[in-house]
C-alpha cells in the first residue's frame, strides 16, 4: 500500500516562502508522476481541488496558470520524494495542500480522478 506524508505547511507573511515535501512509501517514485493540489478553505463540498502542478516520471513540470513562475515543483527518486517550492505567496493561495500520485509517468497530468495515490494534506496560510 502506499503511503504520502506531506510537510512543510504552516503560517507565512504574505511575499514569503514555503516549501512543502512529500515522502513516499510502499512504492518507489520513478514511474509514477507526482501531482499538487489544493482546497481553500469554505470551498463547497462538492468542490474538487484544485490542481497546482506536477511533476512526471522524466522530470518534466508543469504549472497551473496562477502559481507559474512562483511555484517550482522537483522530485529525488533516490529518496522516493516530491517538493513544491512556493515564492512570493498570496493570501489567495491559503490552502490544504495534496500531494498525489498518478500512474500515468507522462505529460500534464492535472484531473483529481487520474490520480490514484493521496496524501492527507498539509496547511498552508498565508497572512500578515
Known amino acids: 500500500q502506499v503511503q504520502l506524508v506531506e510537510s512543510g505547511g504552516g503560517l507565512v507573511q504574505p511575499g514569503g516562502s514555503l516549501r512543502l515535501s512529500c515522502a513516499a512509501s510502499?512504492?518507489?517514485?520513478?514511474?509514477?508522476?507526482m501531482g499538487w493540489f489544493r482546497q481553500a478553505p469554505g470551498q463547497a463540498p462538492g468542490k474538487q481541488r484544485e490542481w497546482v502542478a506536477t511533476v512526471s516520471s522524466s522530470g518534466a513540470t508543469y504549472y497551473a496558470d496562477d502559481v507559474e513562475g512562483r511555484f517550482s515543483t522537483s522530485r529525488d527518486n533516490v529518496k522516493n520524494a516530491g517538493y513544491l517550492q512556493m515564492n512570493n505567496l498570496k493570501p489567495e493561495d491559503t490552502a490544504v495542500y495534496y500531494c498525489a500520485l498518478t500512474r500515468i509517468g507522462l505529460g500534464r497530468v492535472e484531473l483529481v480522478r487520474s490520480f490514484d495515490y493521496w496524501g492527507q494534506g498539509t496547511q498552508v496560510t498565508v497572512s500578515s
Open positions: 510502499g512504492r518507489t517514485l520513478s514511474n509514477y508522476g
